[in-house]
């Protein structure tokens, strides 16, 4: 190798070289510095500068009914925004011709097309502000409507928004979201683990601008959509039940009523109805302390539908048969202090069985078998029947109401044998027939069927005790039997009766405490079962403070109609028995 | 390799010995194939780039029409997916609880409370059948539970005058019955008038094949007489 420069562009040539290599290991030792020394720090720097991050809001799941109606769901709603410093009257071709519309003209039509009032409209629309909302998650038609108007300065936004086809069908029990998409209440907020789904993430680069760089996205995470949530209510039982219930409180102008339908064998709730209820598409329309769920939420005392209880304790005790005889008087004066304890209803002094004591609902005549039972042992049952505690639906605000394990005073040792002084829910009365109907064994209220993920896959969201023997087999029965004298022989009683079917039932009267004694006003009820030969069928009705009315012959004609309604709806053929031949008088 | 040539360069000695051989290569029509690989790579780059050009253009213009097709295709879709989510809107609020129940009301429906069930392999009838009564507890005029999300009702005074159409139609064969008509035989509805339809006289023909047969004796429907 020659290393003399032959020419003088030789010389140049390797100068030149020289220099470039030079150059490029500048070039490379920046490169170095930024890919390797810097790397992490620069990396950090630049992807906070132009990558950006948002979330995919995850597709919130259905709610549907035992029959896979829905009663909730998710549609794309639009927001109606303006900006302001762009609102001025405009242009507008109508069959060719150009019209100016004022501002004002706008807010009017806006305003129509919206059924809102035109000063809401005026003042979302007045101002400097870039970005302001007129309207949240208007639906399909008002948005056609509006984009017909053609109004340069109002924009559109998609929003998810939450839809209930049936209106306040089940209203209480669903519960309702709030206008920022949270679940507030019912099984929207209590089931939200599985209706909320997992929020997706995509990243995509920002110019200076700050405008999105075409395929530039990427979904890092995808959404996972929310799970569907199953109800076990038959909605076309349940909006039966509500037309009931909200004819019953409507016409006896009473402050609320409930009506539950349960599946004796399975502890299934078809129907949880409930009046007033709440619309969840427009919870605001309804009273606040309406807008929860009174089937669950609401204590009361239970009163006459107790004495079935009572009864059946005696029964399961050996203590007493339903042929067992009484003589009950108008007026009994129990406890060391004397207090009356009376019927509610004037009659000389009567020899009943204990049926018969059921069929009159006489409160002297239970208070002499009750009294063969000690009130602890009478409470211990009444735990064994679900009394004083939540059910394992836990619904959200769930009541417990109140039973004193030791009798509070004299007096309770007495009254609590029809009901007083002690509290209940309406989930929990039905539950206490719904033991008796299933043979003595209480089973947990289903109210939810699952959670249904996309995959079709169903997992349970509601904890279930198991089973829990209160009495024994045939004690159930002999109760079922004395029930079904009540409504065939029942002053009362046989007003809940339906031709051709065997039905067992007890209404109750209850008095409403106010303050130190009880009101004017009562929470009257009828619970009861059918077919008694085999009971398929639970339904409970309370009409708290009905003030057209003041016993439970308010109550019975709702039961028997939404009893009538299950029956058919199940095609349940007419009984085929006889009930038991149990005398009620001696 | 030769020793004797001049080492100092191999490829000075390699176009030394091409130039040298030269004279030799003279006079053959291959003069067009030494100009021809320029010509060749002329015309190839020009060609070449004006088919590049070409297709440029050409792929410009079905992009930009596709630009245009996409752009109208996307609002045709967007108005097609408006127009979905309304006309869902709307099934789903005639299929409502509510709604139907109001139609069902102007339509003076009632809920029987007194169900009946005939049982066919015993020859049965459960129950007694008896007329459906309005009452307070089986019928309620209207809807009470409220619905915010029911857009669209049912044009019941339209549906009430379709009904009693068809009523106009049906009943007067119907008051005929007791006249044993053969299933084949098209009946004459001379009492329903002349403009009674084909149609509702098949119906009521198909009503009277005997297998549907059922003989009213005393408001009790009666085994089928086969």
């Known amino acids: 190798m020659k290393n003399e420069p032959s020419t003088i562009q030789e010389i140049r040539f390797r100068r030149l070289r020289g220099l470039m290599v030079l150059v490029l290991l500048a070039f490379v030792w920046q490169l170095v510095n930024f890919q390797v020394v810097q790397s992490d720090q620069l990396n950090k720097k630049s992807f906070n500068l132009r990558q950006v991050v948002d979330t995919i809001p995850a597709v919130r799941g259905n709610i549907e009914d035992a029959d896979g109606n829905i009663l909730a769901t998710t549609v794309i709603g639009h927001n109606v925004t303006v900006d302001q410093t762009q609102v001025l009257p405009f242009d507008r071709k109508v069959k060719g011709q150009t019209q100016t519309v004022s501002v004002l003209q706008a807010v009017h039509q806006i305003a129509e097309t919206l059924k809102m009032r035109p000063k809401l409209v005026y003042q979302a629309v007045k101002g400097s502000a870039r970005y302001s909302i007129i309207a949240k998650g208007i639906d399909g038609v008002a948005y056609r409507n509006l984009i017909k108007l053609d109004i340069p300065w109002i924009y559109f936004e998609n929003v998810p928004k939450r839809v209930y086809p049936n209106g306040a069908l089940a209203g209480n029990l669903l519960g309702f979201m ?53 109800l076990s209510v038959k909605s076309d039982l349940q909006y039966f039940a509500q037309q009931a219930m909200s004819s019953a409180v409507l016409s006896e102008r009473a402050d609320w009523g409930s009506a539950i339908v349960v599946e004796a064998k399975t502890g299934k709730v078809l129907a949880a109805a409930e009046y007033p209820s709440v619309d969840p598409n427009d919870p605001g329309a309804t009273k606040a302390a309406d807008r929860g769920s009174r089937v669950f939420q609401a204590v009361f005392e239970p009163g006459s539908t107790l004495k079935t209880i009572t009864a059946a304790t005696a029964i399961d005790l050996g203590k007493a048969t339903p042929e067992s005889r009484v003589l009950a008087p108008q007026t009994r004066y129990v406890t060391r202090q004397h207090i009356a304890i009376s019927d509610s209803h004037v009659h000389p002094t009567q020899k009943l069985t204990l049926t018969g004591v059921l069929r009159d609902s006489s409160n002297t005549g239970i208070s002499y078998i009750g009294e063969r039972v000690p009130y602890s042992v009478r409470a211990k049952y009444w735990q064994l029947f679900g009394l004083g505690q939540r059910t394992a639906v836990n619904f959200a605000g769930e009541g417990s109401g109140i039973i004193h394990a030791t009798a509070p005073d004299d007096l309770t040792v007495y009254t609590s044998m029809f009901g007083q002084g002690m509290s209940v829910t309406p989930i929990q009365t039905a539950f206490l027939y719904q033991t008796i109907a299933n043979g003595g064994v209480r089973l947990s209220p289903k109210l939810l069927l699952g959670c249904r993920q996309a995959d079709g896959s169903v997992t349970q969201v509601e904890k279930t005790i198991s089973p829990v023997r209160a009495i024994k087999a045939s004690t159930a029965r002999s109760t079922i039997d004395m029930l079904e004298k009540v409504v065939e022989t029942g002053g009362i009683g046989h007003t809940a009766s339906i031709p051709n079917y065997r039905i067992g039932g007890k209404s109750g009267t209850a008095q409403i405490k106010e303050g130190r004694g009880y009101g004017a006003l009562h929470a009257i009820s009828f619970i009861g079962m059918a077919p008694a030969d085999n009971p398929r069928f639970v339904v ?15 109550a019975t004609p709702y039961f028997k109609a939404i009893m009538g309604q299950l029956l058919r709806m199940y095609a349940i053929p007419p009984s085929t028995t006889k009930s038991a031949n149990i005398a009620g008088d001696w | 390799m030769s020793a004797l040539t001049n080492p100092s360069s191999p490829r000075y000695n390699s176009s030394n010995a091409r130039s040298s051989r030269r004279p030799a290569l003279v006079a053959l029509p291959n003069t067009a194939r030494v100009r021809s690989p320029q010509l060749f790579i002329l015309s190839t780059l020009i060609i070449g780039f004006l088919a590049i050009g070409l297709a440029n253009l050409l792929m410009t213009v079905a992009t930009s029409t596709g630009v245009y097709q996409v752009a109208s295709l996307k609002a045709t879709k967007q108005k097609l997916a408006l127009d979905t989510q309304i006309l869902d809107q709307q099934v789903t609020s005639l299929s409502s609880n509510q709604n139907l129940s109001n139609a069902a009301a102007v339509l003076g429906m009632v809920s029987n409370s007194t169900p009946v069930f005939l049982n066919v392999s015993q020859q049965k009838v459960y129950g007694t059948p008896a007329a459906a009564v309005a009452t307070n507890y089986t019928r309620f005029g209207k809807s009470l539970v409220p619905n915010a999300a029911m857009t669209a009702k049912t044009q019941a005074n339209a549906l009430k005058a379709a009904v009693a159409e068809e009523n106009a139609m049906a009943t007067a064969p119907i008051k005929s019955v007791a006249i044993p008509v053969k299933s084949n035989q098209t009946r004459t509805v001379s009492d329903a008038g002349q403009n009674a339809k084909a149609n509702a006289a098949s119906r009521v023909t198909t009503a009277n094949s005997p297998g549907s047969q059922v003989v009213l004796s005393g408001g009790i429907p009666a085994a089928p007489n086969h």
Do not use: F, M, W
Not at chain 1, 215 to 224: D, E, G, N, R
Not at chain 1, 540 to 554: D, E, F, H, M
């Open chain 1, 178 to 230: 709030g206008s920022e998409g949270t679940a507030l209440d019912g099984l929207e907020y209590s089931q939200n683990s599985c209706l909320a789904g997992v929020d997706g993430k995509e990243t995509y680069e920002k110019g200076a601008d700050g405008i999105k760089i075409p395929s530039s996205t990427q979904i890092t995470v995808q959404p996972k959509p929310g799970g569907t949530l199953v």
């Open chain 1, 540 to 554: 409970a009705v309370t009409i708290y403070k009905p003030r057209t009315i003041g016993n439970s012959l308010g």
